[in-house]
């Protein structure tokens, strides 16, 4: 029951606001739409004409926007919005059970609003919380370590209607268990070092020695750091452009989750070089909205630094070198980590990803020369600053200078974040994480690499296994076809929709997938997934589609028993009973005839 | 002289389809002419033919929409060596299919019981009448599939090179210029 009277808010009167927050400049769209779901808990229609008449924008456009990402709602969705994440490493921890508890105890359907508006259950893409799980967000708020009874405890909550606020504050606790630091976690300096030795280095000798340091992208691709912020500088326009990737949507990884939680002074830092090495003015860290915990602790460090001088005008006085950075928080869209899709987003649209050339680096943010980072590279940036490119050279291997942070999850004694030079091997991860047994382990998420026990003498590297940082850990029991459904489950649901390769593709491998799941499986299903596969692979318009394939390819390559074992029929069969398909029509006419039935195919007939 | 060639048995049937598929086989015009002296028909609307034989390729237009047209495509997979699916509604279930976003039982109330019709508001239940299944299914859905030929109606010049290749006993993927998702 309803403990108390509580007003909704104005829909008109919180678009307002939030538009005129953000100075009611149209490129802020998704910022704003994200402010008025906060406000009334969607985006009810009087909030949609206010915004259409405010910022000139055709409501097709606000509307396409709104339908595109994940935690916004152009429908009710409920008081309560709980979305469990639904990664491999949750569900092994036992998220099903737990999602279908609390949809038991509140009486509501998995999907579903509840009939009283109250509350809606559903599940979410990884919500970056692998070393803590099984997790689930309430309202956009992140809760770890769930366990039946704070299940329970949920239950009540939201049957009571007790504000979000009033719920105890150590159920939102989130940990940042680092269990192996090196060169970027246990170098600590004041705020403000590095940006003093990039200072006196100069910004022409700064680029030159990123280049020198071989410092490479951390989100994955390893593009080389100082050559990106060269081209930057180099390119022609009126301004320049620099964007933090804090969109860390790949399932398994959390390590910019707690470098922006214990070490955000070094991130920022980071972009401030990049600031001086390209000269950018503005900066924009795009913080995925699973992260919105990290919101309050972000601004105060900007705030801070703006205080010490270490950003806005006249940066540690020197005359001329203005940058500020501004957090755009995102709202549940995994191709927006994606650099081309992150900056639509940017500018107020649907993410889906540009072609490609011309890159950021020439035409990003608006039209103009845009570095786009991930996290850790700014942080590394700082090392290179620090200490210079022939130090931080020595780290790592010939291909891969430097330290990576390792985010460890699944059937392991200690998951957390770990830091090793590159060129560690997977066996020496396991062995410190406390793997035991482990049968395979699936490297960088669900686009990487799924390694077999085999090769786990294979490296953490551009040379051999590049990673954004995630090593989800798979035990002796764990059925390698099911961690391949749930990627390409969390591939269909990711797709932008934008190439009908992908859109398709994604959604015809999963209905495959789950057919082989359910026991329709034959060797001509077998057949087609693979077909399928290479269709993905080829015909996609971005690496969305173009990996959406891996984790089905790299499992059947590596563990194809686990295929061959759902291939129960030696002739195609339908995914569907087709008896039960005429059971409506049945009950509809009151026939029960034999014509109103589908006999059983034998076997080998059809 | 080169021995005669043994015919290529062909069966044709629609299902939830219109027609509007073996209009464009007959849309060869004189190239059926040949076509004919190298395939002999079994089972097709051409030949009213209600029962298929043996047969080296069939030719299926028309989604899954009821029970016979489950019947009588498993006919076909089981008397046909291979099988063709013709046209967007054998593909993807085309236009029948577009009912898919409604419930079975909202649609007959709809369509029976709402408007006072030849049923006088009941829903028909002659076991004559094949049962509608609760969705559309193409094809491939419900039997393995060998080929597909897309395009609404196919162009006859896309038949008319599938047909070929199965003749000369391959399987050529057909020009691009053939293809139309339309």
């Not at chain 1, 770890?144 to 606790?173: C, H, N, Q, S, Y």
């Not at chain 2, 060639?5 to 209009?23: D, E, I, N, Q, Y």
Request: charged residues 25%; glycine residues 10%.
């Amino acid at each position: 029951m309803c403990s108390a009277v509580r007003r909704e808010p104005d829909p008109a009167e919180a678009a307002a606001t939030a538009m005129a927050r953000h100075r009611h400049d149209p490129h802020e769209l998704v910022q704003v739409l994200i402010e008025v779901q906060e406000a009334c808990g969607w985006i009810p229609p009087p909030a949609i004409d206010c915004i259409q008449a405010r910022l000139g924008l055709p409501r097709a456009r606000i509307l396409g926007v709104a339908t595109f990402y994940a935690f916004l709602h152009i429908f009710p969705r409920g008081r309560y919005r709980i979305l469990f994440s639904d990664n491999i490493t949750d569900r092994m921890l036992g998220s099903e059970a737990l999602l279908q508890r609390l949809c038991r105890s509140l009486w509501v359907e998995r999907g579903r609003v509840s009939e009283d508006g109250l509350v809606s259950v559903d599940t979410t893409s990884c919500t970056g919380l692998c070393d803590q799980g099984p997790a689930l967000l309430v309202n956009g708020r992140a809760m770890g370590r769930l366990t039946p009874a704070r299940i329970d405890e949920v239950a009540e909550k939201v049957r009571e209607a007790v504000p979000l606020e009033d719920w105890p504050a150590a159920w939102f606790r989130v940990d940042d268990p680092v269990r192996r630091r090196d060169a970027l976690l246990s170098g600590t300096w004041p705020p403000g070092e590095a940006l003093r030795a990039g200072l006196a280095r100069g910004a022409e000798a700064l680029v030159g020695e990123v280049k020198a340091s071989r410092l490479r992208g951390r989100g994955g691709a390893g593009f080389p750091t100082g050559q990106k912020w060269a081209a930057c500088r180099d390119a022609p326009g009126r301004t320049r452009y620099l964007v933090c990737n804090a969109d860390e949507g790949e399932p398994g990884n959390f390590k910019d989750r707690v470098l922006l939680s214990t070490a955000a002074d070094a991130v920022i830092e980071g972009m401030t070089l990049g600031a001086l090495a390209t000269g950018a003015r503005r900066g924009f860290l795009y913080l995925r909205g699973e992260y919105r915990f990290l919101l309050a602790h972000l601004e105060d460090v900007l705030a801070r630094r703006r205080a010490q001088r270490l950003l806005g005008e006249s940066i540690l006085g020197h005359e001329g070198f203005d940058f500020d950075v501004a957090i755009h928080v995102g709202a549940g869209a995994y191709v927006c980590g994606e650099e081309s899709a992150l900056i639509e987003s940017l500018e107020g649209r649907r993410g889906m990803p540009r072609n490609r050339p011309p890159y950021p680096v020439t035409q990003g943010y608006l039209g103009e020369p845009t570095v786009v980072n991930n996290v850790e590279t700014f942080a590394s940036a700082c090392l290179v600053a620090l200490h210079g490119a022939k130090w931080y050279a020595r780290l790592g291997t010939p291909e891969s200078a430097g330290t990576k942070l390792l985010c460890v999850s699944g059937d392991c004694a200690r998951p957390g974040t770990y830091e090793y030079p590159f060129g560690v091997s997977l066996r020496e991860v396991l062995s410190d994480c406390g793997a035991g047994e482990a049968q395979a382990v699936q490297v960088s998420g669900p686009s990487g690499a799924t390694v077999p026990a085999a090769e786990f003498g294979r490296r953490i590297g551009f040379e051999d296994l590049p990673t954004a940082g995630a090593v989800m850990v798979f035990g002796r029991e764990r059925d390698l076809f099911e961690v391949a459904r749930n990627f390409v489950h969390f591939f269909a649901h990711e797709s932008c929709g934008f190439c009908t390769p992908c859109r398709v593709g994604t959604s015809l491998l999963r209905n495959m997938m789950d057919k082989l799941a359910h026991g329709h499986g034959s060797p001509y299903d077998f057949a087609e997934i693979e077909r399928l596969n290479r269709l993905l692979q080829v015909m996609s318009h971005c690496g969305l589609g173009h990996s959406a394939c891996n984790p089905v390819l790299g499992t059947i390559a590596k563990f194809r028993p686990a295929y061959q074992r759902r291939l129960a029929h030696e002739e195609f069969e339908p995914a569907f009973d087709l008896d039960r398909a005429l059971a409506a029509a049945r009950q509809m006419t009151g026939r029960d005839d034999a014509a109103a039935h589908v006999r059983e195919e034998e076997e080998g007939t059809a | 002289m080169d021995a005669p060639v043994r015919k290529l048995r062909v069966a044709t049937t629609s299902l939830a389809g219109c027609f509007g598929c073996h209009m464009s086989l007959l849309d060869l015009d004189e190239g059926l002419i040949g076509l004919l002296e190298r395939i002999e028909l079994d089972r097709s609307p051409l030949t009213d033919t209600k029962e298929v034989g043996e047969c080296d390729v069939g030719i299926v237009e028309g989604g899954v929409c009821n029970a016979e047209n489950v019947e009588v495509l498993r006919e076909f997979r089981r008397r046909c060596k291979v099988l063709v699916a013709l046209g967007a509604c054998a593909l993807n279930g085309g236009l029948p299919a577009q009912r898919n976003v409604l419930s079975l039982p909202l649609l007959l109330q709809e369509v029976y019981r709402a408007e006072p019709g030849a049923e006088h508001g009941r829903i028909p239940d002659d076991p004559e009448l094949p049962l509608p299944l609760d969705r559309v299914h193409p094809l491939h859905e419900v039997v393995r599939i060998d080929h597909f030929i897309p395009g609404c109606p196919p162009p006859a010049e896309a038949i008319g090179a599938v047909l070929g290749s199965l003749l000369a006993g391959e399987a050529r993927p057909l020009d691009p210029a053939l293809i139309h998702f339309d």
